[in-house]
Antibody, heavy 122, light 111 residues
Framework: QVQLQESGPGLVEPSQTLSLTCTVSGGSISSGSFYWSWIRQPAGKGLEWIGRIYTSGSTNYNPSLKSRVTISVDTSKNQLSLNVNSVTAADTAVYYC??????????????WGQGTLVTVSS | QSALTQPASVSGSLGQSITISCSGTSSDVGSYNFVSWYQQYPGKAPKLMIYEGTKRPSGVSNRFSGSKSGNTASLTISGLQAEDEADYYCCSYAGSSTFVVFGGGTKLTVL
């Protein structure tokens, strides 16, 4: 069973770049053909899909965040990364990484990390 | 404002059944059989409960079932147990431009 673990700074200053890493264990990120997603959840609010990356490196993003977001994968480290630039307080949230979704296997987010809280504040 | 509409809260008594609705459009729920449902306890990551509208992952109780009619998907929990008290989110594929949309979430209270 694959496990995911998010990591990164818990505090980011406004206008700066938020950078997070998700480390995958229990399997190689490049074995098989999977999508890997980032999702966020502001305190007391719902889930928001940020984007996904395929094993090959191709990406899809939430149109509302696309201009500020970059997702990448480092197969040598078994990690995926998230960068969100020009952050504001509205980017304060718990950030999750997850495996999926993929239309070929049912389009769901099957394995999730535990999440990491990022606060945007000076 | 979430793309999919869910009731903010539902409640039911122990042993009863409840249904949570997830209203979308012909661009998401209505056009694809890719609705999934997630259960989330406070401070925890979401857990997949239903995918492809009606399928249960291994290990999920058969008290959880999903359905769809038109642009609305539904999650039904039968034989309510105290441990079912949680937030529930629906999610749908929304085409090759938007890709993924979530509902706003429904808080289930077991009385």
């Amino acid at each position: 069973q694959v496990q995911l673990q998010e990591s990164g700074p818990g505090l980011v200053e406004p206008s700066q770049t938020l950078s997070l890493t998700c480390t995958v264990s229990g399997g190689s990120i490049s074995s098989g053909s999977f999508y890997w997603s980032w999702i966020r959840q502001p305190a007391g609010k719902g889930l928001e899909w940020i984007g996904r990356i395929y094993t090959s490196g191709s990406t899809n993003y939430n149109p509302s965040l696309k201009s500020r977001v970059t997702i990448s994968v480092d197969t040598s480290k078994n990690q995926l990364s998230l960068n969100v630039n020009s952050v504001t307080a509205a980017d304060t949230a718990v950030y999750y990484c997850a495996r999926g979704p993929d239309r070929r296997d049912g389009f769901f987010l099957g394995s999730w990390g535990q999440g990491t809280l990022v606060t945007v504040s000076s | 404002q979430s793309a999919l509409t869910q009731p903010a809260s539902v409640s039911g008594s122990l042993g009863q059944s409840i249904t949570i609705s997830c209203s979308g459009t012909s661009s998401d729920v209505g056009s694809y059989n890719f609705v999934s449902w997630y259960q989330q306890y406070p401070g925890k990551a979401p857990k997949l409960m239903i995918y492809e509208g009606t399928k249960r992952p291994s290990g999920v109780s058969n008290r959880f079932s999903g359905s769809k009619s038109g642009n609305t998907a539904s999650l039904t929990i039968s034989g309510l147990q105290a441990e079912d008290e949680a937030d529930y989110y629906c999610c749908s594929y929304a085409g090759s431009s938007t890709f993924v949309v979530f509902g706003g979430g429904t808080k289930l209270t077991v009385l």
